[in-house]
T-cell receptor, first 111, second 118 residues
């Protein structure tokens, strides 16, 4: 059974600071997703990471994937209040049928 | 256009009611999904349809009955629900289930239906 662990689950940070969210998973997968969810809203796709060593950046967010370590990171640079949301990583099984989500990281960026 | 449309946005129903949730996409996607999300929890997969056939049922109680009338539509029929079934129900679609070699088989999510069972 595929298990996905995110940490931290709660993150309160000040504007302008940097931080990293970690996502570990238990079995082989070559596809990992990061989603953002605002309160009461749906999931917004941020990144799809398809291979070992993949790195993608969009604005103040950068995601990377190490399939050998079964680890993905979401790095936040110079946080701003608009980044406050819950961030989920999700790992796809090898059949390409199921996404298993981490518990989510609730990020609050304070002025 | 990467839009998945869900209706209604909100639904309140009694335990003896029958209601349906609807999901529609016009991206030509051949895989569609239902997820259930409780407050402050991650989405949990319920059903997967691939090419209009049910391919995955994650041991969901029979009071939830999915239906895929055509490649663009996905319904979730609800009957005799319990208060613990109150949640956000999310629909998603992707180009094709099981296309593990396809570079961008991303699941796009609808806005969800917030269901309250009284």
């Amino acid at each position: 059974e595929l298990k996905v662990e995110q940490n931290p689950l709660f993150l309160s940070m000040q504007e302008g600071k940097n931080y990293t969210i970690y996502c570990n998973y238990s079995t082989t997968s070559d596809r990992l997703y990061w989603y953002r969810q605002d309160p009461g809203k749906s999931l917004e796709s941020l990144f799809v990471l398809l291979s070992n060593g993949a790195v993608k950046q969009e604005g103040r967010l950068m995601a990377s994937l190490d399939t050998k370590a079964r680890l993905s990171t979401l790095h936040i640079t110079a946080a701003v209040h608009d980044l406050s949301a819950t961030y989920f990583c999700a790992v796809e099984d090898t059949s390409g049928s199921r996404l298993t989500f981490g518990e989510g990281t609730q990020l609050t960026v304070n002025p | 256009d990467t839009e998945v449309t869900q209706t209604p946005k909100h639904l309140v129903m009694g335990m003896t009611n029958k209601k349906s949730l609807k999901c529609e996409q016009h991206m030509g996607h051949r895989a569609m999904y239902w997820y259930k999300q409780k407050a402050k929890k991650p989405p949990e997969l319920m059903f997967v349809y691939s090419y209009e056939k049910l391919s995955i049922n994650e041991s969901v109680p029979s009071r939830f009955s999915p239906e895929c009338p055509n490649s663009s539509l996905l319904n979730l029929h609800l009957h005799a629900l319990q208060p613990e079934d109150s949640a956000l129900y999310l629909c998603a679609s992707s180009q094709g289930e099981g296309l593990a070699n396809l570079a961008k088989n991303i699941q796009y999510f609808g806005a969800g239906t917030r269901l309250s069972v009284l």
